[in-house]
């Protein structure tokens, strides 16, 4: 099954706008990342945050994590047209390192 | 291009037929994730492999196997297909886990296989 869900499963904005998709999970995870899917296409590792972090930024993302309530929140700032894709967070089990599970995926488009 | 081969890219056959999908890791990786993607769902995980072993076990089906060579290439086997097996096949690799915990993928195209 999967690990984890991801919220909404569907979100439509304009440029310019922020975007925020949300993922939440059930077990222990020593990592959590955030992968970016163009429709039909292979994954792409987008950031990755650490079960000891609670925030990290890469140029317009910022990520959240919250182990408490295995929760997790990915914020795209000023979207642009070709944010739109699907994104989705994999999370890697503390029992397993190797076991990694995505969740359904929010799908983001981007209405120029 | 990510590094990461996969053949086909396109696949039809029958129900109750057999296929294998074939995944070239990038260069330097060791290990080897497949997944499975129906229409506009999620990625299932299926199986992983670390040079030659296997490491983890997701949703595999009995009718599917998996393997990884000596030379880290990966095949995986789906035999007495159904309907419900169409779908897009993902491998990815990755260098391993690091110290850090971290296991970073690096995805191919994917095969998408369709079962009539």
């Known amino acids: 099954s999967q690990q984890g869900e991801e919220d909404p499963q569907a979100l439509s904005i304009q440029e310019g706008e922020n975007a925020t998709m949300n993922c939440s999970y059930k077990t222990s995870i020593n990592n959590l990342q955030w992968y970016r899917q163009n429709s039909g296409r292979g994954l792409v590792h987008l950031i990755l945050?650490?079960?000891?972090?609670r925030e990290k930024h890469s140029g317009r993302l910022r990520v959240t994590l919250d182990t408490s309530k295995k929760s997790s929140s990915l914020l795209i700032t000023a979207s642009r047209a070709a944010d739109t894709a699907s994104y989705f967070c994999?999370?890697?089990?503390?029992?397993?390192?190797?076991?990694?599970?995505f969740g359904a995926g929010t799908r983001l488009t981007v209405k120029p | 291009d990510s590094g990461v081969t996969q053949t086909p890219k396109h696949l039809i056959t029958a129900t109750g037929q057999r296929v294998t999908l074939r995944c070239s890791p990038r260069s330097g990786d060791l290990s080897v994730y497949w997944y499975q993607q129906s229409l506009d769902q999620g990625l299932q995980f299926l199986i992983q492999y670390y040079n030659g072993e296997e490491r983890a076990k997701g949703n595999i089906l009995e009718r599917f196997s998996a393997q990884q060579f000596p030379d880290l290439h990966s095949e995986l086997n789906l035999s007495s297909l159904e309907l419900g097996d169409s779908a897009l096949y993902f491998c990815?690799?990755?260098?391993?886990?690091?110290?850090?915990?971290?296991?970073?993928?690096?995805f191919g195209a994917g095969s998408r296989l369709t079962v009539l």
């Open positions: 990815a690799s990755s260098g391993g886990v690091s110290l850090s915990g971290a296991n970073v993928l690096t």
């Open positions: 994999a999370t890697t089990s503390r029992v397993n390192n190797n076991d990694m599970r």
């Open positions: 945050i650490r079960s000891n972090e």
